[in-house]
């Protein structure tokens, strides 16, 4: 199911013995434009910190009331690699962390989680000794804040759109599928999306996205509302209208390969 971020931040996260704290941003993947970590502010017995939550990690998602619980202690989180997410997370980093919870690694592949399409598949896969060498390009980094590209100019071929709002995210394998683009400067209260590899390049030193698509393809293409559920009749319109080879096709090859990451509803 596709779902805006926006509406997980306030999550509240819970260990196998306890409440950890919530949800306040997300790492993503620029890259392969996948959610990689849930940023959480705890509290209580684990002190005020943040700290980095795979999907990984995941023991089952509550969507009816709002929780992501964990296959972890408390004791374990605790424990976990100090990260400041205000700096941008280290490829080194993110070995530390693999290394202490026993993970494998999600990089190295084509698939969007290793040896799979879902992180619940590379959670029963074992970790190994040999995965801290890497070769040296592998401590690039590649983890964006949500919270950071939310605003970003979206640039099409011949003038703005508009600004980026919100992502919309796959909760089974945290791909990001939209960019929720605002275009209220030029056509009030309407909000379009757009697929984030649909961008030719991102300039995150002038927080700028640029987009093979004028401002007229993007104006009439199908209007989107967060109070609309997404389905996909709508998003074949939107495909059918930018022209663009839907991403699904792809996806439901693989599923036929590798059963999805169930969720408790």
């Keep these: ?12 996260v819970s ?33 005020e910190r943040q700290v980095l939550i795979s999907p990984i990690s995941f023991r089952q998602v509550d969507w009816s009331t709002r929780r992501f619980h964990l296959a972890l202690t408390m004791d374990r989180v605790k424990n ?38 879902y992180p619940g598949l590379l959670a029963e896969c074992e970790w190994h000794e040999s995965q801290t060498e890497l070769p040296d390009q592998s401590s690039d980094c590649h983890l964006r804040s949500a919270n950071e590209i939310r605003g970003y100019h979206i640039q099409g071929t011949d003038e703005a759109i508009g600004h980026v709002e919100d992502f919309i995210v796959d909760d089974e394998t945290w791909a990001v599928r939209y960019l929720v683009i605002d275009t209220s400067n030029w056509w009030l209260g309407k909000r379009v999306l757009i697929a984030p590899h649909w961008a030719t390049t991102v300039s995150w030193e002038q927080k700028n996205v640029c987009v093979e698509l004028s401002r007229e393809r993007i104006k009439n293409s199908p209007e989107w509302s967060a109070r609309t559920a997404m389905n996909r009749d709508y998003e074949t319109r939107l495909y059918k209208h930018y022209g663009r080879p839907a991403y699904w096709i792809d996806d439901e090859r693989r599923a036929r390969v590798q059963p999805p990451q169930r969720h408790a509803e």
Aim: proline share 4%; glycine share 10%.
């Design 80 to 117: 976990s690699p100090s990260v400041d997410v205000n700096k941008p997370v280290s490829r080194q980093h993110e070995r530390d962390y693999y290394g202490y919870y026993g993970m494998p690694y999600y990089w190295g592949s084509s698939w969007f989680w290793g040896t799979g399409a």
């Design 1 to 12: 199911m596709l779902r805006c971020l926006k509406d997980l931040e306030r999550y509240k």
């Design 15 to 47: 260990a196998t013995d306890g409440d950890i704290g919530s949800v306040v941003d997300f790492l993503l993947d620029d890259e392969h434009w996948v959610v990689r970590y849930l940023v959480v502010e705890t509290g209580g017995l684990l002190n």
